[in-house]
């Protein structure tokens, strides 16, 4: 119907016009081919529909959830702050002009929060505390429950008579092993625990807690004598603004913006950090939008290898139909009319799969919102945003259209002559250029939907890339496994010889189940070593040269005796120790730290407070790379040793301004070196290091390592802790391999669950190996059944099959463990610089997950397989 | 209908007197049951053939030709009735008994030719050799394939041979064991008349020079004509069965 090889310039004008009238009419016509040929109900699409609702369900699940948090943050950003603003600041409290400042603007509420120890009154317990001191205007929103309905203001009430009385954790209790009503030593002073804490308003907005809180009010926290100039403690100033009412709330978005304007312009050099409701825990916004987006792109990771499937059954669906499109071929229909109504089918089955694939995945965010309400520190919020849908259905489409276009494009050169003749062996080409144009553009399209959705564009880019290289090269392995089956000399044994025929057969499973379980494995693998060798690096190399404790809030003139008494208890202890202050960085090169763009991996360094420290020489665990170090005796400009890596990432070389806030005041430095750290060490580090004439006058205490021998008891370990604690009760002992042993918990939780959104991956895998199976079941019936006709017996042909599974699986999960080796290594060396460790278990992982898989699936098909009734497969008719 | 079973049994003895039959089938039903209902395929069938005899099984279509010769290669279980094949009783062996009983001494033919789609000619001809366990399989085979004059193209996949190569191959894979008996379901059914008439040359070749027994299911009276006796079946029974003095020797074409 296209061909018009006459030059005449008439029948070129028929043809236009022939081809205007088709186009007119065209659509309509389509839909309604394609709906009488779906007539045929959706039998050979479910597992087309079931790889398209997974990876959609994934993306939705996702983005419902963030929106659930990011929601239920920002509604309760007022409770989660405790006030409308918060400035906070560590070290100093605000003086009175700040105090006056802050007054003038709405009601303010005081709290202060430290880490220290809490101990038995006979000193043979203690347990590390998160302290929080109050005052009576704490909490100036949401209340802080307490057992028995007892109230907070009744319970830390300092009565002359009493001890004064504490609010704390049930888990304090069971540490110290006292109970309510009893007294403990809280620095210098005991105290009464007077009710147990059932919840806490604010919780969220402290910084990450490590111990038992315990509430104690403002003039109680002055007694412990724990607030001393240079202690580690976060002073914090929650703000009501303004009159409260309607009318103030209406106004509520500006009159943050002016308090925040005001703020920076009055105390400049103040060194607060400003939090307001609207956006209250900016690093736990963060953190969520990543998570976001990483489990996104495992979702689409999932979605893509579900492509496989769909690609598998559009040609299944397209080879099942070539009478039909040669039927209509030969009734007229110019290959666009085939191809747009098969498009238009495909469509409609790929609606129905995103449309299953969105409502599962609103379904999860509900599930777990049952199931875990109680456990997250503040409400959800279900609110799904329309966007988030959008995104997934539109990656759904994009998907389905990339792996559809291309058996589709071939189904529309079907020749009309099969109708005539039966077994026409014919060659499948590429699909029109402009067909393979489109692909081009669908591709293009979704990398860049990926890429520009993404927060960190370079890593999404990565991803991307990864993930296409990973297709190429399980694309390759299937096609290679193929080319050597057919290659290797037949073996003799005839069970072999199927197995390997199978394997090398044109247009059989080899290549579906190498790209389908190759991806997902390579994944799992590279999640398993990674995680092997990071767990590694954490528990079994560490205690070699690691210190037993660090000891915080050392007052510096009283260190010589500190040491004294950990000698006197443990004669072989060796300590070290760094001067410790706390300070927020406010500009780098003379630009403000708010407008500086810092990589992800960097951002933390801007953000909060940092560890300062100040020394004479190269801290032990450091080398300097670059520039030279300060000598002793130093006297002249204000010098800072920076980490060169960090440096880099955020721009900054030698000759650099770096000015920090310190106890309230701006303290600039210039970049004198850059220093290589050996951060796993554990030894005292800092990011930036000063010279001593920049710090020294400022108040602060001392930061200390003990390191026993190794051959020490865990007696001889916790006899030190307790000697300092008696003879300073206000310094604080943080066991390292506690601190080790609590990171591990967190990271083996945080592996667990990158492990399991890993494995949707896998599940992806399996459906299409399914459906691949599924596929190719009547051609191994068929075969299964000659074999029989020719003298096979069924343990034969089963021994056959499972051969050809096992080796499909062998060689996928073969190099399913060197690319996700590889991948760890690269992510390893030189993204985390953690030494990478191979590991058999993540060897076996994938042999068993592959083999396991394969053998499963396709043994079933097996069975059906043998069960089969040869007669109606040998029939000719 | 019973007397005219009794004439032939009684020709076939005295065409081979001394040996027993290498098809007995007496009383054969086969009753399968379909959406519709049960259906009953085959009826009551007694045949017994001799071995070396050739013998084609005429009828309509649906008349249980292909049921029967399937329940003779034991691909199909009969409801009832007696089924001994080369000296087994088939309706007591097991699903893979039957297999090595095929493999050992049955050759099947099949109209579609059905050969393994993955596997080349030479290797298709090979396979019941190696499943019998022997070691010159595919030097064998190589052999075989050249005696049905396809030496050529014995690296070649079903799909890239023709129609009459195709069961030229299967005729070559069915002989490759020594059976001692071939069972051919319209051998030329899906083939022209020429090449029909080719395949139909190689089958009946081979059958005199291996002296195996022959059973043919043909719509071609003039393949039947070529063979020594003619069975007619209708509506499951058989209804005639008819032994030739002077068997057409020319192809049919």
Known sequence: MKTAPSTSAARLDKTARRARASAAIGFAVVVRLAWRERRG??????????????GVMVITAVGALSDALTAGLARQGEMILGGDVTVSRTHMRANETERAWLDARGRVSETATLRTMARTLDGNEQALVELKGVDDAYPLVGEVRLQDDARLDDVLRTDAAAFPGAAVDPILLERLGVKIGDSFRLGDIEVRAA??????????????TFGPRIFVS?????????????????????IKVGNEGPAASAGASASLDSFARAM???MAEAGFTIHDKRDPRPRVRRTLERLQQFLTLIGLTALLIGGVGVANAVQTFVDRRRKVIATMKSLGAPQRIVFQVFLVEIAIVALIGIAIGVALGLVVPLTLHSLYADVLPFETQLSITPWSVAAAALYGLLVALLFALWPLGQAELVPPAVLFRDAVVERRGWPRPHLVALLALVAAVLVSFVVLTSDSRLIAIYFVGGLALVFALFWALGGAVTWLARRVPRPARPELAVALANLGAPGGLTRSVVLSLGAGLSLLVAVALADASLVREISSRLPENSP????????????????????GTAPAASMVRAPMLRGRLVSLAGRPVETIKAPPEAEWVLRGDRGLTYSDEVPEGSTVTKGTWWGKDYAGEPLVSFEEELANQLGVGIGDMVSVNVLGRNISARIANLREVNWESLAINFVMVFSPNTLAGAPHNVLATVTLPKSATLAEEADVARAVGRAYPTVTAIRVKDAINAFGAVFGKMMAAVRVAGSVTLVAGALVLAGALATAQRRRILEAVILKAIGATRRRILTAHILEYLLIAVATAGFAVAFGALSAWVALENVMDVPFTFSWTAVALALGLASGLVVLFGGLGTLHVLRARPVPYLRSD | MAAQTKQIKGAGISAHASTAPIIDVANVGLTLTSRAGAVEILRDVTLSVTPGQSVAIVGPSGSGKTSLLMVMAGLERATSGRVDIVGQDFTRLSEDQLAEARGR?????????????????VENVALPLEFAGRHDAMSLAHELLAEVGLAERAQHFPAELSGGEQQRVALARALSGSPRLILADEPTGNLDGKTGGQVIELLFGMHRRHGATLVLITHDNALASKCKRIVRMADGRIVADELQDAPSRTAAQ
Request: hydrophobic share 45%; charged share 20%; proline share 6%.
């Open chain 1, 264 to 266: 920076k312009q009055d």
């Open chain 1, 195 to 208: 009710a147990a804490i059932l919840s806490e308003p604010d919780s969220l907005s402290d910084r990450l």
């Open chain 1, 41 to 54: 109900g959706l039998s050979g699409c479910y597992v087309f529909i079931a790889c398209l609702a997974l």
């Open chain 1, 218 to 238: 403002m003039e109680t926290l002055q007694k412990t004598g724990l607030v001393k100039p240079g202690s580690l403690i976060g002073w914090r100033y929650a």
């Open chain 2, 105 to 121: 001494d049955i050759g099947i033919v099949f109209q579609s030719f059905h050969l393994v789609p993955t596997m080349t000619a």
């Open chain 1, 548 to 567: 037993n404790y660090f000891l915080l809030d050392i007052p510096k003139e009283e260190y010589p005796k500190v040491v004294e008494i950990v000698k």
